[in-house]
């Protein structure tokens, strides 16, 4: 009798932390669903799954090594996929890009491009100064990114990344018409400003004194 | 313009066949026009025919309505005079099903066509045999989405992508052995030659200012054989860009022969031109004295698509081919007659027209000291081409 109610408290048992093992993993997915969810680009015809962004290995082009993505920085970062087949398009917004790297400090402001369906030979061929000096690159030399993300067929595919959150910020898909690159490149930037802003200010006096 | 007295008598008559002969100019006019206009100024499509981003023009893809008949017309009751100064081959059938053939490159064994309508780049033997189909439709280095031109060098063949502003590399065995992209430079390129004795490419296309910040169109663009840029030269004509020309500037190249510069010629000229080792552009002779030729007069129509651009055409007589061997000079240029071609024989030396003939056979290159003639399909959608090398008698 006692061994059988033995049994019945060790079977209670068993089902209690089954019954936790499997709440905590259904919240573990739902939470990874959701904040996944709000780092993916939902765009016009597709969603883009930034979120697999951070575990696929990529040619860092500065460092010549094969290294993944940090997307821990404290301030937002543009993020850039393009191809150098496309790139007679994305032109018309390198230089803006670059503005805004020596704008904003790169404590808080950073900018990433990643290369895609593009080789080590065309990426070289791109012209000089096209990036900021603090700016990373990298090249998706296995096609990962491109097969992972679901990344559109045109590119440039440029996107603003809260740092803290990973949630996008502003997007934008390939766009030809230069007024229609003006007006994202001026949401970028007051999307920047608005988050950094009391930084800059707060840093001003230190630059003062630095550069006295 | 050809035989234009004799045949002014009979316009009336001919008023329908001349006005759809110039509507034929499939292979080397139409289209390359028609997929740069589709490309660039009407919606863009991507391969999986998924519209992106930009608006419809007001630009029509529908052909005149003579189209077909036209190409039918002009070669039933095309004069065939070629056998006059040239001994004929018989014809290599190329084996492979090419809707839109753009352009044949050759090289000593091979020949290289490039079809940009299924696009496809295929390498052939001498007998016509399919060697290899190189590369794939694509987004990838190797790959393409609009291939217009292809270039030997000693042991590979370079294709140039009109959409996707890239240069891939296959050697003769099919893989790929580089690439480079050329989009930065803002242009799109219509021809590509691979010159030996500079080891670089030259790719021939006009800028589009909006997007180099260049307020100049220039039209040839010298790389690196890795794909380096190193400059661009050769401003279109203040001229032909107010009669809005440099939306038809297919130009026609002549690369063979290591010892020979690369050299070229536009639609609207009577002109012939060669590129320096280190791009610089040069006359090499000017057929200004041949009256037959006539250049535009009126600017290209940018509305009523391609029905209105065909009209217009009617109205001139562009280059739609050259080749040279040693001091003889082959000029061809549609013509207002019963037959799609006119071909002009010139002595380089005295710079003297020789004769003048007229032909449905469209010049595409000289092998060997013979030239080599396309026949192309009487059905377009029979897609069967034929080489027929021809030699000076």
Not at chain 2, 77 to 88: P, V
Not at chain 2, 274 to 303: L, R
Not at chain 2, 351 to 378: A, D, G, I, M, W
């Amino acid at each position: 009798m006692s061994s059988s109610r033995r049994d019945c408290t060790d079977r209670s048992w068993v089902w209690t932390a089954l019954s936790v093992v499997a709440f905590v993993a259904a919240m573990w997915i739902y939470i990874a669903s959701v904040m996944g969810g709000r780092s993916d680009i939902h765009l016009a015809e597709k969603t883009v799954h930034l979120h697999k962004l951070r575990n696929i290995a990529m040619f860092d082009v500065r460092s010549s090594r094969s290294s993944t993505i940090d997307l821990t920085a404290p301030g937002p970062t543009l993020i850039v996929f393009l191809s150098g087949a496309d790139c007679w398009s994305c032109m018309g917004e390198m230089p803006a890009w670059k503005q805004l790297s020596a704008k904003y400090p790169p404590s808080l402001f950073s900018e990433i491009f990643i290369f895609v369906r593009s080789s080590t030979n065309e990426v070289a061929a791109m012209p000089n100064n096209l990036f900021g000096p603090d700016a990373r690159v990298f090249i998706d030399k296995t096609g990962e990114v491109d097969r992972q993300l679901d990344l559109p067929l045109k590119t440039p595919l440029t996107v603003l990344v809260e740092g803290a959150t990973h949630h996008i910020v502003v997007a934008e898909e390939a766009d030809n018409d230069p007024q229609s690159q003006s007006r994202f490149i001026a949401s970028v930037d007051q999307a920047i400003h608005s988050r950094v802003g009391n930084a800059i200010e707060a840093l001003k006096p230190i630059h003062w004194l630095g550069n006295r | 313009m050809c035989g234009l007295v004799k045949w002014s008598e009979l316009l009336p008559l001919l008023e329908s066949s001349m006005r759809t002969l110039s509507s034929t100019r499939l292979f080397t006019v139409v289209v390359p026009v028609v997929c740069g206009l589709a490309i660039l100024l009407v919606p863009t499509y991507m391969p999986s025919g998924k519209r992106v981003g930009m608006h419809h023009g007001s630009h029509s893809n529908k052909p005149d309505p003579d189209y077909q008949h036209a190409i039918s017309l002009a070669l039933q009751s095309g004069s065939e005079q070629l056998q006059t100064w040239f001994t004929l081959s018989d014809g290599i059938k190329l084996q492979e099903r090419m809707p839109h053939l753009t352009h044949l490159a050759f090289s000593n064994p091979w020949i290289a066509a490039v079809d940009i309508g299924e696009p496809g780049v295929y390498l052939f033997r001498p007998d016509g045999r399919l060697e290899h189909r190189l590369g794939r439709p694509g987004l990838d280095p190797g790959e393409y989405v609009g291939p217009v031109a292809a270039s030997f060098g000693p042991d590979f063949v370079a294709v140039a992508d009109f959409t996707k502003k890239r240069v891939s590399q296959f050697s003769p065995e099919g893989g790929v052995t580089g690439s480079f992209v050329y989009g930065p430079q803002g242009f799109s390129a219509q021809a590509i030659a691979y010159d030996r004795r500079s080891d670089q490419f030259f790719l021939f296309g006009n800028r589009w200012p909006q997007y180099s910040g260049s307020s100049s169109t220039l039209f040839v663009h010298r790389y690196s054989a890795t794909g380096q840029f190193q400059g661009s030269a050769f401003s279109i004509p203040a001229r032909a860009e107010a009669l809005n020309l440099t939306s038809d500037d297919h130009p026609f190249i002549e690369v063979e022969g290591d010892g020979d510069p690369v050299r070229f010629m536009l639609p609207w000229q009577n002109i012939l031109y060669s590129v320096s080792a280190v791009g610089q552009v040069s006359v090499v002779f000017d057929g200004g004295i041949d009256e037959a030729f006539h250049a535009p007069s009126s600017p290209m129509p940018t509305e009523d698509g391609l029905a209105g651009f065909q009209r217009w055409t009617r109205s001139w007589t562009p280059v739609v081919a050259f080749a040279t061997d040693g001091d003889t000079l082959l000029i061809e240029t549609e013509c207002l007659c019963p037959a799609h071609y006119r071909l002009a024989i010139w002595s380089l030396s005295e710079h003297k027209l020789l004769t003048s003939l007229f032909t449905n056979r469209k010049l595409v290159s000289q092998q060997n000291h013979s030239f080599v003639f396309l026949q192309e399909p009487e059905n377009p959608e029979e897609s069967e081409y034929e080489l027929i090398k021809a030699r000076l008698h």
